[in-house]
């Protein structure tokens, strides 16, 4: 048996759409299926206004543009994520300010974000770890406080809550992505949500490479031209065709990707109460969205021995992430304090296979092996 960690939902149904897409005529960007993308979000979650983007971490370019940085703000953010979280920033002259994660959730920890605020701070970058909420409540008050902008990374947070409200739309903008890795995909693919009505024009230039074509396409104004900075982050409309048979399925994917996550979460609660590993923690205020399924072990060197017996069992499994502060590109550059949580959790996370198609029995056999893995140590 071989059980792979990721395996990209691909009805045939996304052919047609492709293809319809095609034979239109028109595949640029902000086409038909582009609006129907937009309208889906839009509706089903409320926000106020949505821009499909070609990735997330480009979602996140547009927002550090939003946010106007400029050489030495500061940005704090965790470093227990993905380069993505980090780079938009650094590219417009952040100073990157991590800070550490909750000791029992992998999410940023508001207390040390209050810890890190300076004169110079700008904004705060969050992210819902595998879809589980950060504290936002706490985040908001902080950044009010402070007058920061807020920006989630909701890169794993697709229809995930937070007392009630979607991931995304809670701070001043919140960028998806559709990466094949993740619940909703097109291959590679973003969307940004912006949540201040008063940014919306400018995001939309940002958008079309600083022009303002949007409005012109809306018949507002006579002529479009240049008028602030941008690049060319929206996709072709053949890429929004195909993310569009996902949105068609986004309950089926849903309901199927959750069942998943609560059937692990069974499956390994018996081994949590005999102390060999910890299930994930959810806050009360979060809510489960199917992304991925983590637990930890209790150090670098059970995870490791533990991969490889899955391996040598034919199951993909992997850890995540090498904290950004200690990476290869950054570690000369990282002055901050240790960050024990951080680095605790990247030492001792596993992530199971997870994907819409894996089989009860397969996650049977996963929990059958790491069982045998602890009761035959
Ligand atoms: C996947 C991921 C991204 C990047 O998404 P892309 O769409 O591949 O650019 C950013 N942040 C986090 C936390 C991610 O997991």
Not at 166 to 192: D, Q, R
Not at 337 to 360: A, E, H, V
Request: proline fraction near 5%; charge should be positive; include cysteine.
């Amino acid at each position: 048996m071989f059980i792979p960690f990721n395996k990209p939902y691909l009805p045939l149904s996304s052919m047609k759409t492709i293809m319809a897409s095609a034979l239109s005529g028109t595949i640029a960007g902000n086409g038909r299926f582009t609006k129907k993308c937009h309208r889906f979000f839009e509706d089903r979650f409320g926000f106020g206004k949505v821009l499909l983007t070609t990735s997330c971490t480009d979602a996140l370019e547009m927002a550090s543009l939003l946010c106007r940085i400029e050489p030495g703000d500061e940005v704090i953010l965790p470093s227990f994520t993905f380069m993505s979280t980090a780079n938009p920033f650094l590219l417009r002259g952040a100073n990157l300010v991590f800070a550490d994660t909750l000791p029992d959730v992998p999410n940023i920890d508001p207390e040390e974000i209050e810890k890190l605020v300076t004169p110079r701070s700008k904004v705060i970058v969050v992210v819902h770890y595998g879809g589980f909420a950060c504290d936002m409540d706490r985040i908001m008050e902080i950044a009010q406080r402070h007058h920061l902008w807020v920006v989630e990374d909701a890169a794993h947070a697709v229809d995930s809550y937070y007392r009630g409200k979607p991931l995304g739309s809670i701070g001043n903008f919140g960028a998806f992505s559709f990466h094949e890795t993740k619940n909703i995909i097109s291959g590679e693919g973003g969307l940004l949500i912006i949540n201040d009505e008063n940014q919306r024009q400018r995001a939309e230039i940002i958008w079309e490479k600083g022009t303002n074509r949007a409005s012109f396409y809306r018949g507002e104004i006579d002529k479009y031209g240049w008028v602030d900075l941008g690049s060319s982050y929206l996709p072709s409309d053949t890429i929004a065709a195909f993310l569009w048979t996902q949105l068609n399925h986004f309950n089926r994917i849903q309901n199927r990707r959750k069942k998943i996550w609560w059937l692990y979460y069974e499956l390994l609660r018996p081994l949590e109460d005999q102390g060999y590993l910890k299930c994930p923690v959810i806050p009360d205020y979060a809510t489960v969205n199917g992304n991925l399924f983590y637990f930890t072990v209790s150090s670098l060197e059970v995870r490791d021995c533990l991969l490889k017996h899955l391996k040598n069992n034919g199951i993909q499994a992997v850890f995540h992430y090498l904290p950004l502060h200690s990476s290869a590109f950054f570690k000369n550059k990282y002055t901050g304090p240790d960050l024990p949580n951080t680095n605790r959790f990247s030492n001792c996370i596993i992530r199971l296979p997870f994907f819409y198609s894996l089989r009860n029995r397969q996650m049977k056999f996963v929990v059958n092996k790491i069982n045998d893995f602890f009761l035959t140590r």
